[in-house]
């Protein structure tokens, strides 16, 4: 009995020295790599969510820039909103004033509808603006204006003052006339209506056309440009009905 349990203690003490053996080093090195990679992964990881941070950060400023750049219209042109009709202004003479630019700037008085004030020749006129200064328009005064004269008679919905046949600004250099009251260059019923008018004074006038008439005899009407096909139409046809002229006068020069 006791022979046989030395024997089998030794069989045991045998097949354990003969078991497969893994040297520590194995062990050491195969340990060393997986904390190395581990290590790898926990480095990179902070890495890659500052990057993803970074990015989100630029496309969100990127947004905001682009939606604040823009001014947002709502599809309607603010420049067209200058062109609209004044409610009650049937002539559309406040519409067209109100577009008249001077040094300075339009004034709540330009708009008003003031009557016309009819003088013995039969021509008439209104005054919009007073103007300035103590220089004013009388007999020999040396006179600048911008002008533009409508046809009465060629009245359309978008032009209820009458089509225009001439303006300094499409028919002359400079955008203005200027003559010797006096002088026969222009027809002296409108010169009648300018008495008084000061610098930067806008008035409108009416001529009859019995006086348009015996202005174009004596040739003191102004005639549009060679360029100005429209307004040689108009001015040609002018004469076959109705000639009344409306003229819209801005003094920009007295002496």
Same mark, same amino acid.
């Given at each position: ?37 581990? $290590? *790898?992964? &926990?480095?990179? @990881?902070?890495?890659?969510?500052? +990057? ?5 950060? %630029? !496309? #969100? ?12 219209? $709502? *599809?309607? &042109?603010?420049? @067209?909103?200058?062109?609209?009709? +004044? ?5 559309? %003479? !406040? #519409? ?18 003031? @009557? ?140």
């Amino acid at each position: 009995m006791k022979a046989t349990l030395v024997a089998a203690c030794l069989a045991r003490a045998v097949a354990f020295s003969a078991a497969p053996h893994r040297p520590r080093a194995s062990l050491d090195v195969d340990a060393s790599i997986r904390l190395r990679s581990t $290590a *790898g992964d &926990d480095d990179h @990881a902070p890495s890659r969510r500052s +990057v993803f941070v970074r990015t989100a950060s %630029a !496309a #969100s400023a990127a947004l905001a820039a682009a939606t604040l750049s823009a001014p947002a219209n $709502a *599809g309607i &042109d603010p420049s @067209a909103l200058r062109a609209l009709p +004044v409610e009650g202004d049937a002539t559309g %003479a !406040a #519409s067209r004033l109100r577009q008249i630019e001077s040094e300075n700037g339009p004034r709540p008085e330009d708009s008003k509808d003031i @009557a016309f004030e009819r003088l013995p020749s039969g021509a008439s006129y209104r005054e919009y603006r007073e103007g300035k200064g103590d220089a004013a328009v009388g007999p020999g005064s040396k006179v600048a204006a911008e002008m533009t004269i409508r046809c009465l008679s060629f009245a359309t919905a978008n032009e209820p003052g009458g089509l225009k046949y001439f303006s300094t600004k499409e028919d002359t250099d400079f955008n203005e006339l200027a003559w010797t009251v006096g002088s026969g260059e222009l027809p002296p019923e409108l010169e009648e209506c300018m008495m008084g008018m000061h610098k930067g004074a806008v008035r409108r006038i009416e001529l009859p056309s019995t006086v348009v008439f015996a202005a174009r005899k004596n040739g003191q009407l102004p005639l549009p440009s060679d360029k100005n096909k429209d307004g040689k139409r108009r001015f040609e046809n002018l004469f076959k009905t109705d000639a009344t002229l409306l003229f819209e006068v801005f003094v920009t020069r007295i002496k």
